[in-house]
């Protein structure tokens, strides 16, 4: 593993994902990504801002972010933030977006992984949160079951291409993150990436 | 109910907070332990993008701060804070009259907001109906070893609606 394929210790490539930084070509990348689709059902609405704006929007929501890149061709396929943070309460919450041709794929979720690992186990964060649409959760959290806490339901919260829906939002302590089980699912357990769980 | 009005907030509530928060601190937790705020961050409770913030006023005396902010006018939902004088008799209703005046001025479906589960008032204060929809466990440091949990409410406008009428003339 190449210092390039770690931050704060922690891997930022997995098998058949990496984290990269936002550069402009990322982001002209994502700009693309995120015009591309359904205008009902992407975040956006429609709306797309140009590539400047885009960039500002993303640099002011966030101050740790990444392009998910799939490894096989070097394609951006979405993007991953913490937002909101709190560093007196050690919170930050987690925003991820994937491409719509990916929507149904599990493949990218690999990156989440590396984020959720270097926001715990790199940068320190006690508490992440998480929202997700209901449509959604089943997909998306099954998973992780073991590792989310179930915190409540905000009741008709959002306009998705399923209607109005409720949000569930989950939280994830670092006391019950497992970075060896992170390391393993990414192929890293055996890539000596440093820093302690 | 007690007869409150919202007038409001501009450059003299930001040096006035001082003196609201010398005074509160402490009782509504806010802002935590160690943190003294100054001009900046008193400033700070002055948001340039929140669409409604005014102050209370009852009996002639300054006894809340009520924000909205997080409008959300897509999904149809916005976020309610305040700042009160917990020691108030009509707290409450001051932010009752705070969510009037937001449902009446935007066409949201309900408002949601977040109260420390150790702090003095609670969701109990607000005088109109709410829903507890969760509670953020150990989500706020108090101290070095400390987190106070956080619940989450709603307040819906189907809820609201006669309290909505009934406040329809003391809004000013």
């Known amino acids: 593993m190449t210092g390039a394929e770690l931050a704060f210790g922690q891997p930022l490539a997995g098998r058949r994902v990496a984290l990269r930084p936002l550069d402009r070509r990322r982001l002209a990348e994502l700009h693309a990504l995120l015009g591309a689709g359904d205008p009902r ?64 794929a599990g493949w990218p979720l690999e990156g989440l992984v590396l984020f959720l690992n270097l926001l715990i186990a790199g940068h320190g964060y006690r508490k992440l949160t998480l929202e997700v649409p209901a449509h959604g959760v089943d997909r998306f959290v099954g998973s992780s079951h073991r590792w989310l806490e179930d915190e409540g339901h905000l009741a008709a919260h959002a306009v998705t291409e399923h209607g109005v829906e409720d949000v569930a939002f989950f939280s994830l302590f670092a006391r019950d993150w ?19 769980s | 109910m007690n007869d409150v009005g919202l ?41 340039a993008d929140a669409p409604i913030q005014k102050v209370v006023v009852a009996g002639g005396r300054d006894i809340a701060l009520c924000t909205l902010h997080d409008l959300d006018l897509f999904n149809l939902h916005a976020t309610l804070s305040w700042l009160a004088d917990p020691t108030s008799p009509a707290a409450g209703d001051g932010i009752a009259a705070f969510v009037a005046l937001a449902l009446r001025s935007f066409p949201v479906r309900k408002l949601t907001f977040e109260v420390a589960s150790d702090g003095a008032e609670g969701g109990a204060l607000v005088s109109v109906p709410v829903h507890r929809v969760g509670r953020r466990p150990a989500h706020l440091r108090r101290d070095a070893t400390r987190f106070a949990d956080v619940d989450i409410y709603e307040v819906r406008r189907g809820d609201v609606a006669g309290v909505e009428t009934a406040w329809e003339g003391r809004v000013g």
């Open chain 1, 178 to 196: 497992d970075r060896d089980l992170a390391l393993q699912v990414t192929g890293n357990a055996r890539a000596g990436a440093g820093g302690t």
């Open chain 1, 41 to 104: 059902a992407w975040p956006l609405r429609g709306a797309l801002p140009s590539l400047d704006e885009l960039e500002e929007q993303l640099w002011g929501a966030s101050r740790v972010q990444y392009a998910l890149v799939a490894r096989g061709d070097d394609r951006t396929v979405g993007l991953v933030q913490g937002l909101d943070e709190d560093l007196r309460s050690g919170t930050v919450a987690v925003g991820i977006a994937v491409g719509e041709e990916l929507w149904r």
């Open chain 2, 7 to 47: 007038r409001d907030c501009g450059e003299a509530e930001v040096w006035a907070l001082q003196g609201w928060l010398d005074q509160w601190v402490g009782t509504t937790r806010w802002p935590p332990p160690g943190l003294t705020p100054g001009p900046a961050a008193r400033a700070g409770l002055i948001w």
